[in-house]
């Protein structure tokens, strides 16, 4: 079992940033990749980011690459999302995830095997 456990959301206007943190435990995350989706009112869920543990290959959806970027702390057992030049149409409720197969997290109807309980993250224009 993987427990995630995001934090960093919060209130920004547009053009601000948020870093998204998100701490595993129960195992190494060794073999894994771990990722990001959201999921904004009334929408479905959306993949955002996704990182290889092993080999730190990352993966963006479209509209988030240039200004969002994951990186990781492989002592801490965490994955961060450094979230630049935001806007309106970025809020909504971030969930951490991982999946042995990066397939099944990039796939929003799957979104991974272990998902975090979310962070909000709010962005005004």
């Known amino acids: 079992q993987v427990q995630l456990v995001e934090s960093g959301g919060g209130s920004v206007q547009a053009g601000g940033s948020l870093r998204l943190s998100c701490a595993a435990s129960?195992?190494?995350?060794?073999?894994?990749?771990v990722g990001w989706l959201r999921q904004a009112p009334e929408k479905e869920r959306e993949f955002v980011a996704a990182?290889?543990?092993?080999?730190?290959?990352?993966y963006y959806t479209d509209s988030v690459k240039g200004r969002f970027t994951m990186s990781r702390d492989n002592a801490k057992n965490t994955v961060y999302l450094q979230m630049n030049s935001l806007e309106p149409k970025d809020t909504a409720i971030y969930y951490c995830?991982?999946?042995?197969?990066?397939?099944?997290?990039?796939?929003?109807?799957?979104?991974?095997?272990?998902r975090g309980q979310g962070t909000q993250v709010t962005v005004s224009s």
């Open positions: 990182m290889t543990w092993s080999g730190g290959s990352t």
């Open positions: 129960g195992r190494r995350l060794n073999g894994y990749t």
């Open positions: 995830a991982a999946d042995i197969s990066t397939g099944r997290l990039t796939d929003p109807s799957v979104g991974g095997r272990y």
